[in-house]
């Protein structure tokens, strides 16, 4: 096998943009946001309700509490680090298969995956289950 092959095998479905290895949604996203400019890829938010848009990490501050929707249509990977308190809800399935939603304290950080219809947790810190 040439090293062409193996080079197109290992990469399959992934694109390399910028020296980073994205896989085909995670650049999809990023050319949407470029292309369109409606998709940060960051966010602060400071509102009461907020409805994830493709963002990899988003910022909740300045308000007492926020409540925050994990919307699967854009969004299959996000961090969401709280500098107040938050309630994170999917808008389909579950989070980790058990849980309508959690809530998170100021200081912590949640990192999520939607994954086959429900919302999975990959890493998170000063969490409490609803």
Known sequence: MSSNMNSMRRNFGRKLVSDKLYNSRDYETIMSAKLSQEVE????VNTSNYKTNG???IVVKDIPECR?????ETTEHVIIKALTKVTIAPDKGAIDEDWDEVDIDRGACVEFYFISGNWYIGSSDGIKMS
């Not at 890829?41 to 602060?44: D, G, R, V």
């Open 68 to 72: 925050v929707i994990l919307n699967s």
């Open 55 to 57: 963002e990899e990490f």
């Open 41 to 44: 890829l960051t966010k602060i």
